[in-house]
T-cell receptor, first 113, second 113 residues
Framework: DVKVTQSSRYLVKRTGEKVFLECVQD?????MFWYRQDPGLGLRLIYF???????EKGDIPEGYSVSREKKERFSLILESASTNQTSMYLC????????????FGPGTRLTVT | GDSVTQMEGPVTLSEEAFLTINCTYT??????LFWYVQYPGEGLQLLLK?????DKGSNKGFEATYRKETTSFHLEKGSVQVSDSAVYFC????????????FGSGTKLNVKP
């Protein structure tokens, strides 16, 4: 079974703090993704990476950066957390194949106060 | 552009009732189609998929058939259980850009005993 793990299920941070969300997958997948999920807005892609050290902006990259130093690990960084970044953050990975289905981690619910 | 439209919820059913959640899509060419399920407080889990027209995806009693002529991928289950209560997402990925997933807005299913 594909396993995608995220470093924290729940996280509370203060405005202005630097926040790191970590994601690890164990299936040797090339592609990794960060989404945020908000009520009424669905899933929105923040960044994705198709190879080590490679990244591309998604639909809402502002206020975020990412790092992929190893194939299995993809980090999302909030340089200076703000209250409007309070959300559920979902990491996903996908390999190459006939359908490129994405496999998701359990999510991190981040609250910025 | 590509998009997915699914029926709004919530859908409330009694245990053992028949379930249909409608999903239609707009896409160029032949996308791959997916249903994901999200249980409360969890990430998304891949429920089933279909990669070409007339394919039927199935898993855990759920089924969906890829209908190119009606651009639909409706989710069905013959007899729902309380444990099926969750949010269901229809999604597609384009054959021209497998890294881009388009998700529907999600349909919440409540099953009452």
């Amino acid at each position: 079974d594909v396993k995608v793990t995220q470093s924290s299920r729940y996280l509370v941070k203060r405005t202005g703090e630097k926040v790191f969300l970590e994601c690890v997958q164990d299936m040797d997948h090339e592609n990794m993704f960060w989404y945020r999920q908000d009520p009424g807005l669905g899933l929105r892609l923040i960044y994705f990476s198709y190879d080590v050290k490679m990244k591309e902006k998604g639909d809402i990259p502002e206020g975020y950066s990412v790092s992929r130093e190893k194939k299995e690990r993809f980090s999302l960084i909030l340089e200076s957390a703000s209250t409007n970044q309070t959300s559920m953050y979902l990491c996903a990975s996908s390999g190459t194949g006939d359908s490129y289905e994405q496999y998701f981690g359990p999510g991190t619910r981040l609250t910025v106060t | 552009g590509d998009s997915v439209t699914q029926m709004e919820g919530p859908v409330t059913l009694s245990e053992e009732a028949f379930l249909t959640i409608n999903c239609t899509y707009t896409a160029t060419g032949y996308p791959s189609l997916f249903w994901y399920v999200q249980y409360p407080g969890e990430g998304l889990q891949l429920l089933l998929k279909a990669t070409k027209a007339d394919d039927k995806g199935s898993n855990k009693g759920f089924e969906a058939t890829y209908r190119k002529e009606t651009t639909s991928f409706h989710l069905e289950k013959g007899s729902v259980q309380v444990s099926d209560s969750a949010v269901y997402f229809c999604a597609l990925t384009s054959p021209y850009n497998f890294n881009k997933f388009y998700f529907g807005s999600g349909t919440k299913l409540n099953v009452k005993p």
